[in-house]
């Protein structure tokens, strides 16, 4: 079955630590690959995506994430977080077939402690 | 702010009702999917539908069904509620080019409670 995963469910950081989300994914055909974010009290929201191209996509607000297609892997990173990135990050998977649906990992909460 | 806006915001239903929630997709976009949001989970896909058709589905009864209309507004419907068919259910819409969906842009949800 098709599905993403990924490994961390909570995570807590301080200001300034360096943060890196794992993602993984199990289809071995064409993918287009995203990370969403969702706010506290917000909806969700696109952080980056990947189609095609440079494996390593930039984003907003300084994250950044490296498509690794032999470990089917997304990994999103940032050097240094800060207490305003506390969320709920989703990484997504679309899947290019026929039926073309995007689908989402199970989520990881992040909480930066001032 | 998406430009794709879900009606109702909340609703509460018994077991055995039915149920419709509505979406209005951005200006622009050709395609709207359907997600369910359980508590603690990430959202699951239902279907997705583009140009009046359905276009994909999720592991959902048949309970579970769709609308596309041709403004690309978009309504779901469930039929005999269930206690665990209580969630938040998301509407996003994007430019599908091809095969590729392209990049979601969801609204705010729809928490229904079932009791």
């Known amino acids: 079955a098709q599905s993403v995963s990924q490994h961390n469910h909570h995570v807590i950081l301080s200001e300034a630590a360096s943060l890196e989300l794992g993602c993984n994914y199990s289809?071995?055909?064409?993918?287009?690959l995203f990370w969403y974010v969702q706010y506290p009290g917000q909806h969700l929201q696109l952080l980056l995506k990947?189609?095609?191209?440079?494996?390593l996509v930039k984003g907003i607000k300084g994250f950044e994430a490296e498509f690794i297609k032999s470990k089917f892997s997304f990994n999103l990173r940032k050097p240094s977080v800060q207490w305003s990135d506390t969320a709920e990050y989703f990484c997504?998977?679309?899947?290019?077939?026929?039926?073309?649906?995007?689908?989402f990992g199970k989520g990881t909460r992040l909480h930066i402690l001032p | 702010e998406t430009g794709v806006t879900q009606s109702p915001t909340h609703l509460i239903k018994t077991r055995g009702q039915q149920v419709t929630l509505r979406c209005s997709s951005q200006?622009?976009?050709?395609?709207v999917s359907w997600y369910q949001q359980a508590l603690g989970q990430g959202p699951q896909f239902i279907f997705q539908y583009y140009r009046e058709e359905e276009n994909g589905r999720g592991n959902f009864p048949p309970r579970f069904s769709g609308l596309q209309f041709p403004n690309y507004s978009s309504e779901l419907n469930v039929n005999a509620l269930e206690l665990d068919d209580s969630a938040l259910y998301l509407c996003?819409?994007?430019?599908?080019?091809?095969?590729?969906?392209?990049?979601?842009?969801f609204g705010e949800g729809s928490r229904l409670t079932v009791l």
């Open positions: 200006s622009g976009h050709n395609t």
């Open positions: 997504a998977v679309n899947l290019m077939n026929r039926d073309d649906k995007i689908i």
């Open positions: 990947y189609f095609s191209g440079d494996p």
């Open positions: 996003a819409s994007s430019f599908r080019r091809g095969t590729n969906t392209g990049e979601l842009f």
């Open positions: 289809y071995g055909g064409t993918v287009n």
